[in-house]
Structure formats: structure tokens, C-alpha cells
């Protein structure tokens, strides 16, 4: 009796499940992406919090406009400590679905950072995702990924999320939730708040960005500002021990993240983006947690792939003139230099590539 049971129990449960991938596929018919386009530069930033915390899109905005750079739309494009494993995943899944199918002056600027360069390191669920892209290390390619679990996969998984996406789904059966389905696809789970699958209206960018309720299209744009850490509790020995034991360890160069970061800028160009590369700056302190020779060969290889993928590089770590206090660790601007620092890269680097 108790062994009939459970066979119903587990037949039940599948079909639910079946029912409920049926309900999220037939109750939301396909939707497409009409032309978008917005009269003045676009320049999105993917990057790290280094650009999180130390870029202010609309102070850019503003120095774009007393320089005469009229309509200039800027937003920050982050998400802390990704490699550029991440980075290349970052892009594809939040920033490609919002730019696609536009026409738009559009810039992107790539943050590398020496950590988020190293080969031996990586973070949250990045190894699964390169496992799913395919990395060849002989080609040097990496390609799409492959797609994710199942309705199936995650039954016999057992996972919370599955059970989730089973109940809404089940729902969309008998009511349909457009933002619900957004939310329980499996391409949207990479945190963030997501915006693929969504329909963009014809018209503006800035309409565009509202109908996907963009959250860096909104507010600071990108912009945070970061309480958790004071510089007068920095300790540079620990600092220097944990990041060392993370990011650092068994430092190697010119493999996979490489890799992605070629991937990212032929994909940028594939869809219509001017891309550019930038180091932000970090403090002599910070340098020297790297063994000597590798911050130098981190240089050397951002400066060959600029030169070899036909990019411009704009290193302003090199040479700055920034004190400590202006930075919040060893690592991030303060959120009082952001402004300063920020019209500092307006006149380096944005005014130039815009040809003034």
C-alpha cells in the first residue's frame, strides 16, 4: 500500500511539473524585440565594483554636456567580483537582450582588472558555466552555453527553485503572469533582477529601458555607494592575506579569461557596440599584493589584447596622481572622489572616443 502510494505521489508530481512547463511555454506566445534608437551616445560600463563604486553615470552625463556632447546616455553595468568569466555571462545575460535589435550609438567599456584575469580563479557558479560553454583551451573559443536543467533535471533534483516554478506554472495555466514567467525562467536566475524575454516597444531608448524596468536605467545608474567598509578599520595585512588566498592564488595569465574577454568584444561588435577597454585605478598598496612581475604582465597582456582584437585601452591605473584617502580600501574609490573622478575619465576617455 505505502509503495502504491508513493508511485502516485511521484506520477503526480511529475505531471504537475509538466503541467507547469506547459503552462510558463503556451500561456506567453513568443515575443520580439521591435527598433529602438535614441539621438546621442549610449556608453554602458561592464565592469566590477571597482566601476560600481567609482563611476557616476550622471555626473558623466553632465561633463558630456558642458563639453557639447548633447543626449549622451551613460549607465554602469556591474556586479562585484566577477572574473571575466562572469563578465562574459554578465553580458550576455542582462546587457545583450536590453541593446539588440536597436540602433543606437552605442559604446561599451570593459573593465579587466588584474584578479578578474587570472586563470586559476574563479567564483560563485562560474566553473559550471564555463563547463556549459564548451571551453576549447587549444582554440582559445568559447561558446554559448548550453541550456540549462530540464523540468525533469530539476524534479529528480529536488531543488526548491523547481518547486517554485512548478506552482507558478501550474497558475499560468489558468492566469497569465508575463513577469512571473521572466522571473522563473532559468536564463534569468543569474542574480540580478533580470530583463530577458521582455518585448521592446518602438520608439525611444528610454522607453525601451522603462518597458523592460532596466535597474540601472533608473535612480544613480549603476552607481552604489559602498557603507560596509571604513578606511580607518582597513587592515592592509589581512587585506593582503585574504585577497593572496582568493584572488591571487597560483597566478596565471592568458588562458580562459583571456578567452572571454575576446569573446566579450566580438560579441560587442556583433551586436553593434563599439567596445573599449579601461583599468580603474587602485592604490600602490594594492599593487603589491600581486608577486613581483605579475601587475607588470597583467599590463603588458591588456596592452597586447587591445592592440591584437584592434581596441582602445585605457589604462588609469597607470600614473594616477590619487591619494589613499580617496579610496575606501586598498582597491575602490570612495564614494566622495566618485564624482571627481569620474569627470577625470569623461576627459580621458569618453571625449576622445566621441572625437573631441
Known sequence: MKSSRRVRSVVFTAVFFLAAEAGLRLRAPEETRGDFSHDGPVVLLLGSSRTEFGLKPRVAEAALADAGVEGAWVADVTHRALTMIGMLRLYREKLRPVVEGGDLDGWIGIEIRGSGMNDSYRVFDEPEYLARCGYDPEGGTIGDAESGDTPLDLLLGGRFGAGARALVGGLALVRERPTLKRWLDPTTWFDGDGAEGASAPRGSWEAHLRALDVPWATGEKGWQVFHRQRREDLNAKVERRRFRRHHLKDYAIGG???????????EARADGLKPFLYVMPITAVHRRFFEPGDYAAFRRLAERIAAEEGVPLFDLDRGHALPNAAFLDTGHLHHTAA?????????????????R
Open 339 to 355: 564624482a571627481g573622478f569620474t569627470r577625470t575619465f569623461v576627459e580621458r576617455v569618453l571625449l576622445p572616443l566621441l572625437g
Open 256 to 266: 580562459v579569461q583571456t578567452a572571454c574577454v575576446r569573446e566579450l568584444l566580438a
